[in-house]
C-alpha cells in the first residue's frame, strides 16, 4: 500500500538489495511505501500537502539520507500500531 506525500526537502533511499537508489525531490509529490512515508514524516522530510508559505529550500543542501534501520523501525511501528487498532477492548464488568 502506497500513500501520497509531498517532498519538503530532498532525500535518498536505497529501496532494495540490489542498491538501487531512489531520489525523492523537493517540492513534488510521490506516491511511496507506507513505512518510507512514516520514516520520512519523523524526520520531517514530507508532509500530506504542500503547506502554506512553504519554499524550496537552498541548492546548496545536501540530500538527507533515509537508512534501512530507519525504515525497519517505522514498518515496526506501523504493524504495532495495526495490531493495537485491531485488539478487541473489553472493559471489565463492574
Do not use: C
Not at 3 to 13: G, P
Not at 73 to 78: I, M, P, R
Amino acid at each position: 500500500m502506497t500513500e501520497r506525500r509531498f517532498v519538503l526537502v530532498d532525500f535518498r533511499y536505497t529501496s532494495d538489495p540490489l542498491g538501487h537508489v531512489r531520489f525523492y525531490e523537493a517540492g513534488n509529490s510521490y506516491d511511496m511505501p507506507r513505512a518510507l512515508a512514516h520514516a520520512a514524516a519523523k524526520r520531517e522530510l514530507v508532509a500530506v500537502e504542500q503547506p502554506a508559505g512553504w519554499t524550496l529550500p537552498s541548492i546548496l543542501r545536501l540530500p538527507e539520507v533515509l537508512t534501512e534501520s530507519e525504515l525497519a523501525k517505522a514498518e515496526a511501528e506501523l504493524k504495532a500500531l495495526r495490531r493495537h487498532a485491531l485488539e478487541v477492548v473489553d472493559p471489565p464488568i463492574k
